[in-house]
């Protein structure tokens, strides 16, 4: 098995990586010539990252975040993951705006693809970068800021100015957040009030896999100023799952218990696989006010996508001023689709996958899904339920890996770096030792 593919399964990096320990390191390899390009804990689903020249990753670079409350920023190596920094934050009394749906993803990575979670008023995940020092070309420890002109060009900067070494992040007071489930509403009643459902929370998940009458489930994260606060019983018809959330699950806790932010805000826990383990994402940007004849077009594809589609989320993300943003000078709903990576989808792509863009992943379950119908239970998940949809095996039926136990989604691969002069340094090539057993 190889051990430099990314998080999927779906590529294999060509250029051996190095994990720099240092931002001398990194300054090392830039300096010593040739391709560099900066990897980040793997979750693109494509070759974005890759190079025919050298593959370095920040995500070893040891160091402590370091707040500044007075100026309400936090600045930390860029190499670490969002979960990791909302769980130091979190204690200190400080929270990040919005997550996506999984904490495992390094920050330098998330920020250059314009990494989103949802939510009407909520940018995506870039939008709180502040600072970011990187190794240019050169070699040289740059800084750039919010208040350099060329700032919004290359935040969203898909690793192509230079290594990212730490980065700055906005925060604000921490909150609390309760997630709820609305099974339902019907296609109908969605379509035509659809920002009353995108509105219906901080933070806004639909799931569907386009068929029926019925979108398949709403996710609501909402916001809270006291844990009391109620939520509405019922949305655009559809009412409120109740019960008590599953504790053997993957996700992070619903059922309307209130929780920390960065227990709430994403869909998949620190200490769990992320969404389905095995499948292929891909995403489109429409214009909010073009997402109703969006839908419907995609509705009238439904026979052709359902068979391969493991589930899609449809998000929102505020406007921002970011050049590469999907969400840039216009309020964005995002339209994601988890492909089955196995078997028939690989036929149907002609063994090849072809995702649009970078995105993330599925999961639709139920707060209050009785523990005997669960998958791990051994008890088989009807077709087209919320339980198929989360189950190692799919809706169509088509068996998919069921991961053996958490693991960290994408262990990397150590690799040591000599220090050695400019122009002298040498990097040694990937090797296989190092990766837990349950990698990909
Ligand atoms: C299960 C799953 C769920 C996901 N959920 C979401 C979601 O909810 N919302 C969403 O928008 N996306 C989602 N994604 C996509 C994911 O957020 C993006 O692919 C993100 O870019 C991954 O970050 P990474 O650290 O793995 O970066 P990589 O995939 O390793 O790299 C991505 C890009 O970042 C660049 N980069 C990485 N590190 C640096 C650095 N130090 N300096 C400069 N450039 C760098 C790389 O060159 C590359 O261009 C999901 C992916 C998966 C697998």
Aim: aromatic share 6%.
């Amino acid at each position: 098995m190889s051990t430099n593919r990314n998080w999927a399964g779906n590529h294999t990096y060509r250029a051996p990586i190095v994990e720099a320990r240092s931002v001398g390191d990194v300054q090392d390899l830039v300096r010593a010539g040739g391709r560099v390009r900066a990897l980040g804990t793997r979750h693109s689903f494509n070759d974005l990252p890759d190079t025919t020249g050298t593959l370095v990753t920040v995500t070893g670079i040891p160091g402590n975040p370091v707040m500044d409350e007075d100026e309400g920023t936090v600045d930390m190596p860029a190499g670490m993951r969002y979960g990791d920094l909302a769980a130091w934050l979190h204690p200190r009394g400080w929270a990040l705006h919005n997550l996506g749906s999984l904490p495992h993803i390094s920050v330098a990575g998330a920020i250059a693809t314009g990494t989103h979670g949802s939510g009407d008023g909520n940018g995506n995940l870039a939008t709180a970068v502040r600072r970011i020092d990187y190794v240019d070309a050169a070699g040289q420890l740059r800084r750039t800021s919010d208040a350099d002109p060329d700032f919004d060009g290359m935040v969203v900067g898909l690793g192509a100015y230079g290594i990212v070494v730490r980065v700055t992040l906005a925060v604000e007071p921490a909150y609390r957040v309760r997630q709820d489930v609305y099974p339902g509403p019907t296609w109908e009643m969605a379509l035509e009030h659809l920002p009353s459902i995108t509105g219906a929370g901080y933070s806004v998940s639909i799931f569907t896999t386009w068929t029926g009458t019925d979108v398949g489930a709403v996710w609501v994260k909402t916001r809270l100023t006291d844990d009391d606060e109620p939520v509405p019983d019922r949305l655009l018809g559809a009412p409120r799952a109740v019960g008590p959330a599953d504790p053997s699950s993957n996700l992070t806790v619903q059922g309307g218990i209130p929780g920390p932010w960065h227990e709430r805000l994403p869909h998949f826990r620190l200490d769990a696989t992320p969404s389905h383990g095995d499948e292929l994402q891909s995403e489109y940007f429409v214009d909010q006010a073009d997402a109703p004849a969006a839908l419907r077009a995609i509705r009238h594809l439904s026979d052709r996508i359902a068979p391969v589609l493991l589930v899609s989320e449809l998000r929102t993300v505020a406007p921002d001023r970011l050049w590469l943003s999907g969400a840039y000078e216009r309020s964005a709903l995002s339209i994601h689709f988890t492909w089955q990576h196995s078997g028939r989808h690989a036929r149907h792509q002609g063994g090849r996958s072809r995702p649009v863009r970078v995105l993330r992943p599925a999961a639709l379950g139920k707060a209050s899904q009785p523990r005997s119908r669960h998958p791990s239970r051994g008890v088989p998940p009807a077709a087209g339920s919320a339980d198929a949809l989360r189950s190692p095996r799919s809706r169509c039926g088509v068996q998919q890996r069921a991961p053996a136990k958490p693991r960290d989604p994408c262990p990397l691969t150590p690799i040591t770096l000599q220090r050695r002069p400019a122009k002298k340094a040498r990097m040694s090539p990937a090797t296989s030792s190092g990766r837990s057993s349950d990698a990909k």
